[in-house]
């Protein structure tokens, strides 16, 4: 691009640079005024509701606390009244070895018990 050509093109990209810049920078005016403006409460009405929230907030945690002492409490006496069992340390052997009477016994009860 020689001359004339290198101007106008320039000036294009400039020109829609500028246009582009132009038309984002009202919508977010709107956007801002759209969000500044629907606001419904007034200044002393919000500090009601302000004051209002962190009385309860307060309230809240020191009820927490409360609940977490009492709980607290419970397990250090529930932990001091309870006894630990432990499993004796006699090991059990078992002999998996059966006979040949004690297999064909078996078998003859389960018939029977099955034809009852």
Not at 12 to 21: C, V
């Amino acid at each position: 691009m020689e001359g004339p050509e290198f101007i106008i093109a320039a000036l294009a990209i400039i020109a829609g640079t500028g246009l582009t810049g132009y038309i984002f920078m009202n919508i977010f005016k709107l956007i801002r005024s759209w969000i500044g403006g629907s606001s419904d409460v007034d200044e002393e009405s919000f500090n009601r509701l302000a004051k209002a929230f962190m009385e309860h907030k307060k309230d809240t945690q020191r009820r927490l606390q409360n609940l977490e002492a009492i709980a607290s409490e419970k397990d250090d006496e529930t932990q001091s009244n309870s006894k630990q069992i432990e499993a004796p340390k006699q090991e059990i052997n078992i002999d998996d070895t059966d006979t040949e009477q004690e297999k064909t016994s078996g078998s003859d009860n389960l018939r029977n018990m099955l034809q009852e």
